[in-house]
């Protein structure tokens, strides 16, 4: 997953970038860039780190121009530690062109060699976000017919080649020097971007964003999501246009976004985030009365940040007491990168602490937004019994994960997920929980699709092992969960670790 933002402003665009950058940090924490535009000129600087690391005043003075995009990195191909691998990525041919994107390719190993042998393109890096920008390219060039020239027709059939040779989840923002800035989205919408608009002294203004919590902190008025297969340009006048590029394919965003990857405060596809969690809650205690009327819960207590809206509404349906039960660190370290279970299970501890009088003699029920790993899980019901609790029960209002995501999240090898081989009772056990919830898929998909009855399909395959794309293999699972295997032993032995345990990042 990762933060994509483009500006077309009426005045300097650094400070805009880097604010929106700002808010949508929780996407990325491992790099961030921005480019910027002066004329025919670009200005760019990037680096890993936090966006409040990366750039400094100097860097921001460099960054001059009205039109830009920015990009904060969490890695999903490529390498976490590279520093080459920040974005944006940039080419000079046929077109000066500036990329961004958040997604993930799935034949980028496929593209990269068709660029070499048939396109005459070299990639420097193994970022699939370079790939990407080398298609563009390619297709721009073809498009333009060898006269070099770019209008609206031009860019768009270029928009539409590029979708008809990319698999997977993209969503992109492109600046084309000269010309202006440039947004397109997967065919199947699958991760998110939105456009908005601002009206200002010297004319319209415009933005494009992965989640609508940047327009709102901006000024910015939000517009409309980007459609699947859309394309849309705003030139350096300031003309906005859009396209329809790809051919109609079911209309599936990323279910995960809902269940944890996006702030609350964000409205994605239609839908809001915050309603879409309270609902989960809404099932969720469904299913508890339901199934699991036999428990005698005497409070129920989030793990903090993203389980909260659907812990409050739980309880209240359920008429059970809400209490806040751990107090959240907000300044250690990211424990989702730690080398191994034992400093992952110590960095738990530094990043909550458990409020004891709310557990004492009390049968608790914790709710979280999902269960990945399950080692963060049992560490939490653990110290709920350290804190003198009678019975720990657990939900999840998320089901179990059992399978890899190929689309732009990180997760991790499946031999990791602690519901690949295991039924709910077995997890249960594992986690040492005194009964274990899930949230049934069905149940998930009605909760989120009631909020937008345009949608009926969502990309939920880390649930149910169906990839919407319909391209995935086994042959391929096998190798991103070797290639997983194999840059885990690497990190482990750096010291370092990059894939994303949901359970520790919370919110």
């Not at 424990?335 to 557990?359: C, D």
């Not at 995935?472 to 990059?498: C, F, H, V």
């Amino acid at each position: 997953m990762c933060g994509i933002i483009g500006v077309m402003a009426t005045t300097p665009v650094n400070q805009l970038l880097y604010d929106g950058l700002q808010v949508l940090q929780h996407r990325g924490q491992d790099a961030a860039g921005i480019a910027t535009a002066d004329g025919g000129r670009f200005h760019m600087h990037k680096g890993p780190g936090l966006v409040r690391d990366v750039f400094r005043t100097r860097n921001m003075r460099s960054l001059d121009g009205n039109w830009g995009i920015g990009h904060c990195r969490y890695p999903t191909a490529g390498s976490a530690y590279n520093p080459a691998e920040a974005q944006p990525f940039y080419v000079n041919s046929p077109f000066g062109l500036m990329l961004a994107h958040n997604g993930n390719l799935t034949n980028a190993d496929a593209l990269k060699r068709e660029m070499y042998l048939a396109d005459l393109r070299h990639m420097n890096t193994n970022s699939d976000s370079e790939v990407l920008l080398n298609v563009l390219a390619h297709e721009l060039q073809e498009a333009s017919g060898g006269s070099f020239r770019l209008d609206e027709e031009t860019i768009f059939r270029a928009v539409a080649g590029v979708h008809r040779r990319a698999r997977g989840a993209y969503a992109a923002v492109v600046m084309i020097a000269g010309y202006g800035l440039l947004a397109f989205r997967d065919p199947y919408g699958i991760r998110p971007l939105i456009i908005g608009e601002n009206d200002a002294a010297g004319g319209k203004e415009y933005m494009v964003a992965s989640e609508s919590v940047a327009m709102d902190v901006l000024g910015f008025k939000v517009l409309r999501d980007v459609m699947p297969g859309e394309a849309i340009l705003v030139d350096t006048r300031g003309k906005f246009s859009s396209s329809q590029c790809a051919e109609p394919r079911p209309y599936a965003p990323c279910m995960f976004e809902f269940v944890y990857l996006a702030r609350p405060d964000s409205l994605i596809d239609g839908i809001s985030v915050y309603e879409s969690r309270v609902k989960m809650g809404t099932y969720l205690a469904e299913r508890i009365r339901r199934d699991f009327s036999h428990l005698n819960i005497d409070v129920v207590i989030p793990i903090p940040d993203s389980s909260r809206s659907a812990a409050m509404e739980l309880a209240s349906n359920l008429g059970i007491a809400y209490r806040e039960g751990f107090v959240k660190n907000r300044y250690i370290g990211r424990t989702f990168i730690m080398p191994g279970q034992a400093i992952r299970k110590k960095s738990v501890r530094q990043k909550l602490n458990a409020i004891h009088q709310e557990f004492v003699g009390k049968n608790v029920l914790l709710v979280d937004d999902s269960i990945v790993r399950g080692t963060t899980s049992r560490e939490i019901i653990t110290m709920a019994r350290e804190a003198g609790a009678t019975k720990v029960y657990m939900a999840s209002a998320a089901p179990p994960v059992r399978h890899a995501n190929v689309y732009g999240i990180d997760m991790p090898s499946k031999n990791e997920l602690i519901a690949s081989f295991r039924n709910e009772e077995e997890i249960g056990q594992e986690i040492g929980a005194d009964a274990l919830i899930y949230q049934t898929l069905d149940d998930l998909k009605a909760a989120v699709g009631s909020l937008n009855p345009v949608i009926k399909e969502f990309e939920t395959s880390c649930f149910d092992g169906v990839y919407v794309t319909g391209d995935i293999t086994s042959e391929y699972l096998d190798e991103i969960e070797g290639g997983r295997a194999e840059s885990n032993k690497s990190e482990s032995e750096d010291g370092e670790g990059g894939q994303l345990d949901l359970n520790l990042v919370s919110g």
